[in-house]
């Protein structure tokens, strides 16, 4: 089964800080992806990676950067953390791009 | 309205009944996929069914993709308390800035005992 991993399951910042979220997966999966998830918006996809080394901006890339160095690991950077930024993030990753992707279990940050 | 949008937004049900849910999009898609998701949790895939499919079966789970209506459904026949969850309806979306994946805001649903 793949297993993909977030480093935490709770996180509680201060405003100004910097913030690392990372994600790991098993599978040796092409593509990762980061969401955050906000009551009534549903999921909102922020950064993809289709390889390492390489990202793509989502719907909501303002506030967040990404870096990937190797191919099972994927993190979030806020390089200053806001208190709009407290929500639910998650990891995706898939095999190829159009197909399943398999969730880690999020992050729920706060940001005070 | 947004790309992949569950309708109903909540839906209660007695254990033993039959839950259908909705999903709307807007662009043309290559395919479109389901969603569950327990309180708390991340999202476990359900279902996926081709641009070129009509129907796919799973399990207990029946999804239907009507491509000129651009409508899915997903139906849980003979409900049970741990299908209480939130139900995500995901498409491709190609627009002028490249392919991306869209989720919609989900349909939260309640199997009673």
């Known amino acids: 089964d793949v297993k993909v991993t977030q480093s935490s399951r709770y996180l509680v910042k201060r405003t100004g800080e910097k913030v690392f979220l990372e994600c790991v997966q098993d599978?040796?999966?092409?593509?990762m992806f980061w969401y955050r998830q906000d009551p009534g918006l549903g999921l909102r996809l922020i950064y993809f990676?289709?390889?390492?080394?390489?990202?793509e901006k989502g719907d909501i890339p303002e506030g967040y950067s990404v870096s990937r160095e190797k191919k099972e690991r994927f993190s979030l950077i806020l390089e200053s953390a806001s208190t709009n930024q407290t929500s639910m993030y998650l990891c995706?990753?898939?095999?190829?791009?159009?197909?399943?992707?398999?969730f880690g279990p999020g992050t729920r940050l706060t940001v005070l | 309205s947004q790309q992949g949008e569950e309708d109903p937004q909540a839906l209660s049900i007695q254990e033993g009944e039959n839950a259908t849910m909705n999903c709307s999009y807007k662009?043309?898609?290559?395919?479109l996929q389901w969603y569950r998701q327990n309180s708390g949790r991340g999202l476990v895939h359900l279902i996926l069914?081709?641009?070129?499919?009509r129907e796919k079966h799973s399990g207990r789970l029946r999804v239907t993709l009507d491509t000129s209506k651009k409508s899915s459904s997903l139906l849980i026949t003979a409900s049970r308390a741990a299908d209480t969850a939130s139900y995500f309806c995901?498409?491709?979306?190609?627009?002028?800035?490249?392919?991306?994946?869209?989720f919609g805001p989900g349909t939260r649903l309640s199997v009673l005992p």
């Open positions: 599978m040796d999966h092409e593509n």
């Open positions: 995706a990753s898939s095999l190829s791009f159009l197909y399943t992707q398999y």
């Open positions: 069914i081709r641009s070129n499919e």
């Open positions: 662009t043309s898609i290559n395919n």
């Open positions: 995901a498409t491709d979306h190609r627009d002028n800035y490249g392919q991306n994946f869209v």
């Open positions: 990676s289709y390889d390492v080394k390489m990202k």
